[in-house]
């Protein structure tokens, strides 16, 4: 059989799987981890780039270079032809995403042993919502630069199937399942029919009744969470001058996307924030926003909110701390305001969820397995917004982070194989 592998390019984390002849498995990506965070560190002095832990390590560490994550929502908007500002150097996004994308090929290289040729890469249901034009570009982006990285032959599977096709392999008979695939920037549905004796099947276009997805996922839950309880402590929506004018909100909104963060740092938008400071109403509050932009921690500020999302996935409440703005500042957060700040979303969720059902042509009694991957399902008022949905369905969600690769391994063994 031709070796071959599935790639997991995620919003958040990136995964690896090898389909060999010894069977299916994970590839090691950062030392022994299987996961990788997607993000890189560019290096000040050289412009090369550092990956996944290593490169959030050196941004908090607070070593000279550019941090990014979140890069995959870049694919096929504007910003790919545009680039953005690293290190003083205009760099297309090609350039930035193409070497971790190697990086992951370099391993999954290594612990195969061999110079693999072919893969099967993920893709969201929808790169971009409503627009199949620059959907068909998200995906060609990713192609040309999996074939600059080395790969001869690539093809593409949706996410919330490669997931499905992961967890298939340990059922007894068949099963109507709802695949709810939930990372860092979408959320996609499958409906489709699953057993193991279907497992090495090459056409499975019978069994996947319909495909759904939405922009959403767990980044929209840490804006909405810094926008509604962290935010408002650094002046979002507070005012200044004589008419009591609100302040711009820009900076704010542009403070609660990863993708957008390093925009801000610009000699014009820490100017404009000193001026506006001078004519603040709350002063302290909107101050601690310029020393957000004086010293560039707007990541820190980010993954402040992220670490808090993931506190309340198991306390009620979370005293989360932002020394690195002010001494001695820390803002209590309850999973309760966290619930209602994500409301909105959650709607929107499950709106795409009902959709995807009634698209199959079936009833939500007769899904008898909701499958639920990727980070942004262990949110409990998305577990229970699923259980409340369909009440008849077993609930399956293990392996959140890596099912999407193992299953990308499955398939790209069926179509290579």
Known sequence: MNASCGIDFGTSNSSVALATPEGIRLAPVEGTYVTIPSALFFHAKDNIPT???????????RRPGRFMRSLKRVLGTSLMKQGTMVNGKVMKFEKIITPFLKNLKDKADAASGLDLQHV???RPVHFVDN???ADSRAQAELKAMAEAVGFRYVDFQFEPIAAAFAHEVNLAGEKLALVADLGGGTSDFTVIRLSNAYVKKTDRTGDILANTGVRIGGNDFDKDLSLSLILPELGYRSTYGEKHLEVPLKPYH???EWSKVNFLYTTKTVAQTRQLLYQSHDKKRFGRLLTVLEQETGHALLASAEETKIALTSAATYQAPFEFIESGFFIDVSRQLFEEAIRTEIEK?????????HDAGVGAEAIELVILTGGSTEVPRVQAEFRRLFPNAALADENKLS????GLAYDSRNKFG
Request: net charge negative.
């Open 51 to 61: 990956y996944g832990r290593e490169a959030v390590a050196m941004f908090f560490a």
């Open 254 to 256: 542009d403070l609660a």
């Open 403 to 406: 099912s999407v690769g193992l």
């Open 131 to 133: 627009d199949p034009d």
């Open 120 to 122: 099967v890469m993920g």
């Open 349 to 357: 969720i499950a709106q795409a969820a009902t959709q995807c059902i």
